[in-house]
């Protein structure tokens, strides 16, 4: 019997003699028919082998089973992501067929073919376009179109009904359906500030922070460009005593510019010598546009033009929020003087006192405040009004996706807006759902305290990482079909997602945080082979678990004719397996202690706790043996990471980066000087709410040495 190793070989000779000869895009509609059966029949046989294999089949680190999502040819695997009822995702897509890092997908206008923006890294000349056939057989579902190409990204139809695209510097259109597609490449952008830029102080910068070009149409043909900012903050050294000279001026940097095209609505080709047409700042203060949206009717007059703000970074994992905001030609949106609304940053605040921008957050007419708050440090990428047959009730409504990777990011958002296009503010307090968060819900709010807030509905909830099922979602672009379907994609994951409608009930939440099953047993390992340990979890087990907290969870898995270890184990490993119960050798950050001494917004455990303290001798001293337990289940040394800038890197053995956690958290070093990578520590923690995604625990961590400080 072939084993999956195997019949992988085989098939890949089976694709390259046969199907690679019989797919094409010159092949008629019927033979494409015809062999899409047969890929159906492959793909069956494949799934069988699979299912038979030990190995569960994965794409892009999604565990992919005989479920899917659509019907017919557009029929997908369907993932693991909680999903608003009625609604599913296939993976169209995925690392697997040789996607690096897509950034924006739209849809050829009748046509059943997409093109992708696959920006390849931030190599600069890494990026490419490509042609996907969605209906073509799995691992022939794409056409390199275009190579070499500095950062694409944006990507759009215009009044034309041609295709457009972006580089760092460039708009072009070009056929992508034509035999070279390259020789019909028509350049009516050339000189837009990009990677490489020139201060207006004369400072050359080799690489600015958000050299990517997001771009829209109205249906005028007009076009409205972001010009990202330079930097994250603007921050030069103290005391600052003038505006930020980048977001200055007719060139300004953190902006939208507008091109308006001669009358007929289309740019023309730009031929060798030609000056780039001529611009206006439209709109300045937004730190960068990634996300744009035009109600259909825009520029008739009360029409909405949206951007999603991505607001500066803060150490405050919630501050500051996000902004959606109105955008008006000539007003001014903060930054990098003011965020969230109308608060005041303070390192400008000698900037604030006096000249142009005088109180510019709080009573200067030329600042425009957001029109709604979204959840901080949410990164929107993706902005757009639905509008198609297949979800009638999303028709008219705004969709943003939320890129970011904090438990606020990794979403889309559905919002009800009025007949002009405007999300509608709501009294406070308005509150959203946090992703795999100690505190659950919060409510928006700013220095002042809670505020108004256009509240929101979700098509995708929980996109958090769960070990063996899914990556955290990473959606960038995001597009609709012609046949209404909503597709995106995801940079990280290096996936096309198509959501489409589902029957029934949708399935209940993974939980967040999920350990596998060999990282659980080599934790009861530690805590087996330590007798202190040993004795602190069969105190725990008999004086909490067994007295106070059976029949309240499930049981804890204890069992009649257990002995003695087996019941520790079984309880050790209930815990291990809960949400962010346990963090090894941190007890702060783990919900058994904030849980069991009633820290926080969470409802205390066990019931009726509050009066244990006082009630029974030596409750206190079990909660502390829980703590130490907790504290000393790994070998080695608790370090904590150093005060400083609020998060640092940490990456696995190849260098890839892992995550990122706050300054004052706790990890457990195993090598202070890792001898498989020099200048680092290696240390655990597993099942953290500040991996990326991108690692997995039996990968190890490391982290620089520098980093680290002793737990006092």
Request: proline content about 9%.
């Amino acid at each position: 019997m072939f084993g999956w190793t195997a019949f992988g070989r085989h098939e890949t000779a089976f694709s390259g003699e046969i199907w690679g000869a019989a797919v094409s895009y010159f092949t008629s509609r019927r033979e494409r028919r015809s062999l899409r059966a047969c890929a159906g029949v492959l793909a069956a046989l494949l799934g069988l082998i699979s299912a038979a294999s030990s190995e569960p089949l994965r794409r892009s680190g999604y565990a992919i089973g005989a479920e899917t999502c659509g019907n017919g040819d557009l029929a997908f695997p369907r993932i693991q992501i909680d999903m608003k009822a009625g609604f599913c995702a296939g993976v169209v897509v995925s690392e697997e067929d040789g996607l690096k890092f897509p950034r924006a997908i739209v849809q050829l206008p009748g046509r059943e073919l997409f093109v992708v923006a696959d920006m390849g890294g931030w190599g600069h000349t890494d990026g490419r376009l490509l042609l996907l056939d969605p209906r073509a057989a799995q691992g022939q579902r794409f056409r390199e179109l275009l190579a070499g190409i500095e950062y694409p990204f944006g990507l759009a139809i215009g009044p034309d009904r041609k295709l457009y695209a972006s580089t760092a510097e460039t708009i072009f259109r070009f056929d992508p359906i034509a035999d070279n597609p390259r020789g019909t490449v028509e350049t009516i952008i050339r000189h837009m500030p990009g990677r490489r830029i020139t201060l207006p102080d004369g400072t050359r910068l080799q690489e600015s922070a958000h050299p990517l070009k997001q771009f829209v149409f109205d249906w005028n043909g007009r076009l409205f460009v972001n010009v990202g900012s330079h930097s994250d903050d603007c921050i030069t050294p103290a005391p600052i005593t003038k505006p930020c000279a980048a977001a200055e001026g007719a060139f300004a940097m953190a902006a939208i510019w507008l091109f308006t095209p001669p009358p007929g609505g289309v740019f023309p080709a730009l031929k060798p010598g030609d000056a780039d047409p001529s611009h206006t700042v439209y709109a300045r203060g937004l730190r960068n546009s990634m996300a744009l949206a035009l109600h259909p009717k825009f520029p008739e007059a009360g029409y909405a033009f949206l951007q999603g703000e991505n607001s500066r970074d803060l150490p405050d994992i919630f501050k500051p929020n996000e902004e959606i905001n109105a955008i008006e030609q000539g007003r001014h949106y903060g930054w990098p003087y003011c965020y969230d609304l109308s608060t005041p940053s303070p390192e400008f605040r000698n900037v604030l006192q006096g000249g142009l921008y005088k109180s510019l957050c709080t009573a200067n007419a030329l600042y425009k405040p957001p029109l709604s708050l979204m959840p901080p440090h949410g990164a929107p990428l993706a902005m757009l009004y639905y509008h198609g047959s297949k979800f009638p009730e999303l028709e008219g409504k705004l969709l943003v996706g939320l890129h970011g990777y904090r438990p606020t990011g990794s979403r889309v958002l559905v919002y009800d807006v009025d007949d002009r296009g405007f999300p509608k503010p709501s009294p406070a307090p308005v509150r959203y759902h946090v992703s795999c968060a100690a505190d659950p819900v919060r409510s928006f709010q700013s220095d002042a305290g809670e505020v108004a807030a256009a509240p929101f509905d979700e098509l995708i909830a929980g996109w958090h990482r769960v070990n063996g099922a899914r990556p955290q979602g990473a959606p960038v672009g995001m597009t609709v079909a012609e046949d209404g379907a909503i597709w995106l994609v995801e940079d990280k994951n290096q996936t096309v997602i198509r959501i489409d409608r589902a029957a029934g009930d949708p399935p209940p939440p993974l939980p967040c945080d999920m350990r596998s099953q060999a990282m659980i047993d080599q934790l009861a390992a530690f805590v087996a082979r330590d007798a202190q340990n040993s004795a602190r979890l069969t105190t725990l087990r008999k004086g909490l678990v067994e007295k106070h907290c059976v029949g309240c969870h499930s049981d804890f898995g204890l069992k009649g004719g257990q002995s003695e270890a087996e019941k520790d184990a079984t309880v050790l490993r209930f815990m291990l397996s809960q949400d962010g119960w346990i963090y090894p050798g941190d007890p702060d950050a783990g919900k058994l202690r904030t849980r069991l001494r009633g820290l926080g917004a969470e409802k205390l455990m066990p019931p009726g706790g509050e009066s244990l303290p006082k009630t029974e001798p030596g409750y206190r001293r079990l909660l502390d043996t829980a703590d130490l337990l907790v504290a000393t289940m790994v070998p080695g040394t608790r370090m904590r990471i150093k005060p400083g800038p609020p998060q640092r890197k940490f990456f696995g053995k190849t260098s890839k980066e892992c995550g990122e956690i706050p300054a004052g958290k706790v990890v457990v070093v195993t090598q202070r000087s890792a001898v498989d990578k020099p200048g680092f520590s290696r240390f655990f923690r597993p099942a953290d709410p500040y991996l990326n995604g991108e690692c997995t625990d039996g990968d190890g961590y490391y982290i620089r040495q520098e980093f680290l400080v002793p737990v006092q």
